[in-house]
């Protein structure tokens, strides 16, 4: 599967965004997705990921009530919603597909990366 992440612009804080995440492939819905982030100067982070069927979803503590994702597999499209944005959520922002089911926050149990799309939020 291929992926390929959209979305990203400038804001200011407190302001919302919504990314998308969208696979190519018929084998889009085999795939738990995961929203991975890497601000500038630090290494990769986990976000929130979603489970192949839509029905468990997982979430980084700071994002957490912030952040919203979802995924419509007959678009074979995840989204991820961002809402009361903060400097501090300023990064690259990638998808990834893994088979890893459950909580996954490493990024090697994941298979397939998108292309990014950058975040910024000024103050």
């Known amino acids: 599967v291929q992926l390929q992440a959209s979305g990203g612009g400038l804001v200011q804080a407190g302001d919302s965004l919504r990314l998308s995440c969208r696979g190519t492939?018929?084998?889009?819905?085999?795939?738990?997705i995961g929203w991975f982030r890497q601000p500038p100067g630090k290494e990769r982070e986990f976000v929130a990921s979603?489970?192949?069927?839509?029905?468990?979803?997982y979430y980084e503590d700071s994002v957490e009530g912030r952040f919203t994702i979802s995924r419509d597999n007959a678009e074979n499209l995840v989204g991820l919603l961002m809402n009361s944005l903060e400097p501090e959520d300023t990064a690259v922002y990638s998808c990834?597909?893994?088979?890893?089911?459950?909580?996954?926050?490493?990024?090697?149990?994941?298979?397939?990366w998108g292309q990014g799309t950058q975040v910024t939020v000024s103050s």
């Open positions: 990834a597909a893994t088979l890893t089911t459950g909580w996954a926050p490493n990024p090697h149990d994941y298979f397939f």
């Open positions: 492939g018929h084998t889009f819905s085999d795939y738990n």
């Open positions: 979603i489970s192949w069927n839509g029905r468990r979803t």
